[in-house]
C-alpha cells in the first residue's frame, strides 16, 4: 500500500474524528453551568393535549432536544384536564426540576400555577398558551405566517380574483389567528370572494367537514379554490373533491402537514395543492432550547418564534416525498429551525 | 285526531322541512343531492340501526362510537401496517364487533353490571386500545412506525372502493357503497326485528323481561345477541369510515355514537310507534341528515346546526312521549 499525501490526510481525518468521539464528555464541559453536569439537570414537560400526530411529533422533538444536552426529562400528561394541568406544575416543582415547559393549557387555569413555578426558582417556557408573564417566554409557530404562505401560494397559483370556500371554526386560538390572516387578504385583494364558510370539529373531524364540504360545493359550483387553514379540515375537503368528481377544478391550500396529508397531496390529480407547516418536532425541540437558555442564563427574548414552510404538491412528487422523515431530509430548512441555537447548544439533527 | 297527529305528525315536519329547503336552497333538489343526504348519514345511520337493536331488548350501547373508530383503526392496521389484502381486513373488523358484542353481552347478561356501564367501561378501553398497536399515531401508508421502520402495506384498492365507488342508478356513478349498505341493512334489520320469530321475541324481553323469561324464552342469549348485532353494525359503520377516509384515524367516535342515538330516538317518534324500530331509526338519521345539509348549503355555522338537532330531538321525545296514548300504559 502506497503512502501518499490522500491516505494520510484521510488517516488524519479519521484520528481527529475518534478523539473528537472519545473526548466528547470533554467538549460538553464547554457548556455553560448547569450542562457542565447535564445529568444532575431535571426537566418537566407539563402537557395540555397530547392525542394526535401533531402531539406525538412535538414529544419526540422535545426528547431529542432533551436527550441531546443530556439533561433528564419528565413527561407530566394531564389529557385536557385544565384543573390537573395546574396541580401537575406543583408536582414538578415538589420533584424539584429545574426547568418547566408548559405546552397548551388554558390562561386561566395555569397562570397562577406558572407564577408559582417561577417563584420557587424555576425557569419555565410555555409553548401555545399565554400565561401572561413576562418571566416566562412564549414559544410560538407563526400561525399567522402559516395562512400567509398558504395564501401567497394560492394567489401565484390562481391569480389576484377567484371565489373560494373557507373552512373555520372559531374560538380556537391558532385558528383564529390563521384567520386573521384569511380577513386581511380578503381586504387586500378585493377580486377574491368568499362564496362560503363553513366547519366543524366534530369527531372524526375529515368525515364532519367532508359531508358539511359536499353541500357547499353543490350549493357554489363556481368555487375555485378551498382555503382551508388546517389539514384535518383539507383532508375533509379533498374527500368532498373526489367525491363531487372536481379535482381537476378546484385546489386545496392548508396549513399544518403529517404523513397521511402527504399522502393526499401527492395522489393523481389531487386537488390538494400545498400547505405550509411547522414541523412540530422542531417546535419540540426549540421549547427544549429555549428553556436550556433561560438555564444557562442566557436571554432567548420574550416571543420565540419558529418560522413555518411552504410544501407545495410539486415539490413533494418532484423530490418524491412520501413521509414526514423524508420530508425532513429532502427539505432541510422543514427539518431544523435555527432559532434558540447558540453556540454551545447540541443539535439534536446534526447526523 | 290525536292519533293522526302522533302517527303521522313527524313525517309531516319531515316532508314540510324537505319543502322549504327545496324552496330556499339552490341546488337542493337533484339526484346528486338526495344521494348525497343518504351518504352523509350512512355510516351514522348503520350505527343507529345497530343500537337499536339493544334498544329493543331494553339495553343500550354507548360503546358504537369507539366500535367504530377501533373498526377502522382496525382496518388500518391489517392492511399498512401487516401488508394484509382487503378481505382480511374486513373480517378482522367484522371479528372486533362481533367479539365486543359477545364481552358487552356477558358482561351484562352474566356480570350483571347495568347496560350504560358496562358499555361506557368498554367505550374508554376501546379508546385507549386503538392506540395501543401504533403508540397514538393515526395510521396511513408510509408512516413511520415506533421503532423507525416504514409501514410496508397501502389500502388497498378493493377496499377503498367500499367507501369510493359508486353504482349506476338513474344517472351513471351516482349511488355509493355506503348507501347500499346502509338500505340492505335498513330493509334486513326492519324484517328481522318486525317479522320473525326472533325478532318479536327480542322486542318480548324488551317489554317485559321477567314475562318473557316465564314464558320459556332464553332471554340472556337474545339479549346477548342484541349487543352482537350492535357491535357488528358498528364495526360495519368502521370499515366504510375506513374505505371513505383512507386512513385510520385516532378519534373518539363521540360524535358518532352521539349522532346515532339521536336518530335511533328520534326514531321512537315516527309513525307513532313509541318504541325503537328499524324503519323509524332510518327516518330519524334521514331527518338529521336532510337538516344538516340544508343548513350547510344556507351557510349556518355548525353550532346552529348542533341547537337545531338537538331541538329535532326534544320534539321528537315530546311526541313519544306526552302526546302518545300508547306510552302511557
Redesign the interface.
Known amino acids: 500500500m502506497k503512502f501518499d499525501r490522500r491516505t494520510f490526510a484521510k488517516l488524519a481525518f479519521g484520528l481527529l474524528g475518534a478523539t473528537a468521539l472519545g473526548f466528547s464528555p470533554a467538549l460538553a464541559q464547554d457548556k455553560p453551568a448547569p450542562f457542565d453536569k447535564p445529568g444532575q439537570v431535571k426537566i418537566a414537560l407539563v402537557r395540555y393535549l ?4 401533531f402531539f ?1 411529533a412535538y414529544l419526540a422533538g422535545v426528547e431529542s432536544q432533551a436527550k441531546a444536552l443530556g439533561v433528564d426529562l419528565r413527561v407530566l400528561d394531564s389529557k385536557q384536564d385544565a384543573a390537573l394541568q395546574a396541580d401537575m406544575v406543583d408536582q414538578a416543582i415538589a420533584l424539584g426540576v429545574n426547568g418547566i415547559i408548559i405546552q397548551h393549557g388554558l390562561t386561566e387555569s395555569m397562570k397562577e400555577a406558572a407564577q408559582r413555578a417561577v417563584d420557587a426558582g424555576i425557569k419555565v417556557v410555555a409553548f401555545d398558551v399565554n400565561v401572561e408573564n413576562p418571566k416566562i417566554p412564549q414559544i410560538e409557530q407563526s400561525d399567522r405566517d402559516l395562512a400567509r404562505l398558504a395564501l401567497e401560494q394560492a394567489i401565484k397559483d390562481n391569480g389576484e380574483s377567484w371565489k373560494a370556500g373557507y373552512v373555520y ?1 372559531a374560538g380556537i386560538a391558532p385558528l383564529d389567528r390563521r384567520n386573521e390572516t384569511w380577513v386581511e387578504f380578503k381586504k387586500k385583494y378585493s377580486g377574491i370572494k368568499e362564496a ?13 367537514v ?3 364540504a ?3 360545493l ?2 357554489n ?1 363556481d368555487i375555485k379554490v378551498m382555503f382551508a387553514p388546517y389539514d384535518e379540515f383539507a ?1 375533509g375537503v379533498k ?1 368532498a373533491v ?2 363531487a ?1 372536481l379535482s381537476k377544478d378546484i385546489k386545496i391550500y392548508s396549513a399544518d402537514i ?3 396529508d ?3 397531496m401527492r395522489e393523481p390529480d389531487s386537488a390538494w395543492a400545498a400547505t405550509a407547516a411547522t414541523n412540530p418536532a422542531v417546535v419540540g425541540q426549540v421549547s427544549v432550547r429555549a428553556l436550556a437558555q433561560l438555564l444557562a442564563g442566557e436571554d432567548p427574548g420574550k416571543s420565540v418564534i419558529v418560522p413555518p414552510t411552504l410544501i407545495t404538491q410539486k415539490e413533494l412528487v418532484e423530490k418524491d416525498i ?4 423524508e420530508l425532513s431530509a429532502k427539505l432541510p430548512q422543514f427539518a431544523h429551525a435555527d432559532v434558540a441555537m447558540p453556540k454551545w447548544m447540541p443539535n439534536p439533527n446534526a447526523k | 285526531m290525536r292519533d293522526i297527529a302522533v302517527r303521522y305528525g313527524f313525517l309531516v315536519l319531515f316532508a314540510a322541512l324537505v319543502a322549504y329547503f327545496a324552496s330556499t ?3 337542493f333538489v ?1 339526484p ?2 338526495a344521494v ?1 343526504i343518504f ?2 348519514v350512512a ?1 351514522t345511520g348503520i350505527l343507529a340501526l345497530g343500537v337499536t337493536a339493544t334498544l329493543v331488548v331494553g339495553g343500550f350501547d354507548l360503546s358504537i362510537g369507539s366500535v367504530a ?1 377501533s373498526a377502522m383503526m382496525a382496518a388500518a392496521y391489517v392492511m399498512v401496517v401487516l401488508d394484509q389484502n382487503a378481505l382480511v381486513a374486513v373480517l378482522v373488523c367484522l371479528a372486533i364487533g362481533v367479539l365486543i358484542g359477545l364481552i358487552n353481552g356477558f358482561l351484562i347478561v352474566y356480570m350483571r353490571v347495568p347496560d350504560l356501564l358496562a358499555t361506557l367501561g368498554m367505550m374508554f378501553l376501546l379508546l385507549g386500545l386503538q ?1 395501543i398497536p401504533t ?10 412506525m415506533p421503532d423507525g421502520s ?1 409501514a410496508p402495506g397501502k389500502f388497498s384498492a378493493a377496499f377503498l372502493a367500499l367507501g ?1 365507488h359508486r353504482f349506476d342508478f338513474f344517472a351513471p ?1 351516482l349511488v ?1 357503497v355506503s348507501v347500499v349498505v346502509l338500505v340492505v341493512l335498513a330493509v334486513a334489520i326492519w324484517f328481522f326485528l318486525e317479522y320473525t320469530r326472533f325478532g318479536r321475541m327480542m322486542y318480548a324481553v324488551g317489554s317485559n323481561e321477567r314475562a318473557a323469561e316465564l314464558a320459556g324464552a332464553p332471554v340472556k342469549a337474545y339479549k346477548i345477541w342484541a349487543y352482537v348485532i350492535s357491535g357488528i353494525f358498528a364495526s360495519i359503520g368502521g370499515i366504510l ?1 375506513a374505505a ?4 385510520g ?8 355514537l352521539l349522532d346515532a342515538v339521536a336518530a335511533a330516538l328520534i326514531g321512537f317518534a315516527v309513525l307513532g310507534a313509541s318504541k325503537p324500530n328499524a324503519f323509524g331509526t332510518a327516518v330519524g338519521a334521514l331527518f338529521v341528515g336532510v337538516l ?2 340544508g343548513l ?4 349556518a ?2 353550532y346552529t ?1 348542533d341547537f337545531v338537532k338537538g331541538a329535532v330531538l326534544v320534539v321528537a321525545l315530546v311526541f313519544t312521549f306526552a302526546l302518545s296514548t300508547r306510552a302511557k300504559r
Open positions: 397530547s392525542t394526535g400526530d406525538q371554526v362560503a364558510q363553513f366547519g366543524t370539529l366534530d369527531n372524526p373531524i375529515a368525515n364532519s367532508a359531508n358539511q359536499r353541500s357547499v353543490s350549493a359550483p383532508k374527500i373526489d367525491e368528481g403529517s404523513t397521511s402527504i399522502a393526499a412520501k413521509n414526514m422523515e | 336552497a339552490d341546488g337533484s346528486q343531492s348525497f351518504q352523509s355510516i373508530t392506540r403508540e397514538g399515531r393515526s395510521i396511513a401508508a408510509g408512516m413511520t416504514v369510493r356513478n355509493p369510515l371513505r377516509l383512507g386512513r384515524d385516532i378519534a373518539s367516535g363521540n360524535n358518532l344538516l345539509q350547510t348549503m344556507m351557510n355555522p355548525y346546526q
